[in-house]
Nanobody, 126 residues
């Protein structure tokens, strides 16, 4: 049974920072690309960032590039999303997901990700 659990969300003022964590268990974590998505009520889930199984390749949505950093620690089965210079429009539920295919190149397409966490709320006040 694969489990994906996010943590680290909360309320922060605009310009502030948060670090989200995502732990995954039940499969060989280091074999799979990981990604973060976010969603606001009434809107589709939006790609935020992804990282390859080795951590050597990353990709970011234009809206977060230069402000957010995705990283992973395979020894701890954990992926992180460091979010700096937060804006009110970053307010959303943030989801972590793991790729369906081992050793695959990380993609932005949410349909490639098979296991998802329950989400963690990030609220940025103006």
């Amino acid at each position: 049974q694969v489990q994906v659990v996010e943590s680290g969300g909360g309320l922060v003022q605009a310009g502030g920072s948060l670090r989200l964590s995502c732990s995954a268990s039940g499969r060989t974590f280091s074999n799979y690309a990981m990604a973060w998505f976010r969603q606001t009520p009434g809107k589709e889930r939006q790609f935020v960032a992804c990282i390859s199984w080795s951590g050597g390749t990353t990709d970011y949505a234009d809206s977060v590039k230069g402000r957010f950093t995705i990283s992973r620690d395979n020894a701890k089965n954990t992926v992180y999303l460091q979010m700096n210079s937060l804006k009110p429009e970053d307010t959303a539920v943030y989801y972590c997901a793991t790729d369906a295919t081992p050793l695959a190149y990380p993609r932005r397409d949410p349909t490639r990700y098979i296991y998802w966490g329950q989400g963690t709320q990030v609220t940025v006040s103006s």
